[in-house]
């Protein structure tokens, strides 16, 4: 587990992410993210630029990162210009996370049309990645792409380093691609959708082990040996019926010890760690899981 990073998602629109923000960071949270979405089934999700910068500015050490950004409700151009502002006002701590999108029900009850092909996805969430790779390389990008189209002259913040770029795959398609260019890689599992309608699929996700985790880790590695690499969690901790829901569906999976008492959760957040994780991002399915679980999980830190 040595190195890993553990970062809390603010899930909840109703909390205000300055407090939050400086709670998780003296609790010992390494990072925090904050997601890309209107709402999530029934529950609002605050702006996601908006709430970045008011984590960055309410906090002195933690990293800060998005997980993820829709690519198909943003333009690339303005993704790496938000993430240069985001650097800015966090003072270097962003990691830039970009997202192929996924929630169709979302989507298109936002009035954005959603692409019916995962190749048209894919190669959207490529070409994107890859504009928004020149642009924090060069500080300008000319694209002539299936779905892009960018001559962008310059882009600013032009005086600070850009973050990181961060990459979210699953399938072998942007797995090749996507790969080479990024600076982090998470590592998508089965059970947490990317495509469609629907977000956490207990049964699929209860049939991973770990054996096929260091598969998936495998795999960017033989591309990339020396790129770190990340995965998202759900876990929960405290008497909300969700966690025992959870629990009893993923019992047997590496993920069933997730949701418990705060040290079986650490515990099992360390076993994952343990196969060669670099950032693990938690998000909490109930409201007191961040505060529970951290004196168990950075007792030793």
């Given amino acids: 587990m040595t190195g890993t990073r553990f970062v809390a998602t ?22 925090l993210a904050v997601p ?18 008011e984590l960055a500015l309410a906090t002195e050490s933690v990293t800060i990162a998005t997980s993820f950004a829709n690519n198909l409700l943003r333009s690339p151009v303005e993704f790496a210009q938000a993430s240069l502002a985001v650097q800015r006002a966090s003072g270097g701590r962003f990691e830039a996370g970009l997202g192929a999108g996924w929630d169709q029900t979302e989507l298109e009850a936002t009035g954005v049309r959603f692409p019916p092909r995962a190749g048209e996805r894919a190669g959207r969430y490529i070409e994107a990645a890859t504009i928004v790779r020149q642009l924090f390389d060069e500080g300008s990008a000319n694209f002539d792409g299936d779905w892009y189209q960018v001559a962008a002259p310059t882009i600013g913040p032009t005086h600070l380093s850009a973050p990181p770029l961060v990459v979210s795959v699953g399938g072998p398609r942007t797995t090749r691609a996507l790969a080479p260019i990024a600076d982090l ?72 010890d997730l949701f418990g008492a705060p040290d079986a959760v650490a515990a099992g957040l360390r076993s994952l760690a343990d196969l060669g994780i670099d950032r693990i991002t938690i998000g909490a399915v109930s409201a007191n899981t961040y505060e529970l679980l951290a004196p168990a999980l950075f007792e030793n830190a």
């Fill in 36 to 53: 890309d979405h209107v709402f999530i089934e029934t529950q609002p999700v605050a702006h996601m630029w908006v709430t970045a910068t």
């Fill in 10 to 31: 603010l899930m909840s629109s109703d909390q205000p992410p300055g407090a939050w923000a400086r709670a998780r960071e003296a609790e010992g949270w390494h990072g």
């Fill in 185 to 256: 890689v998470e590592v998508k599992l089965p059970g947490f959708a990317t495509t469609g309608k629907g977000s956490f699929h207990t049964r699929s996700l209860r049939a991973v082990t770990p054996d096929d985790i260091v598969a998936r880790l495998d795999t960017v590695r033989s591309l990339r040996p020396d790129v770190p690499l990340g995965l998202f969690v759900a876990a929960g901790c405290g008497d909300h019926p969700v966690v025992e829901i959870l629990r009893g569906q993923l019992e047997g999976s590496p993920f069933g």
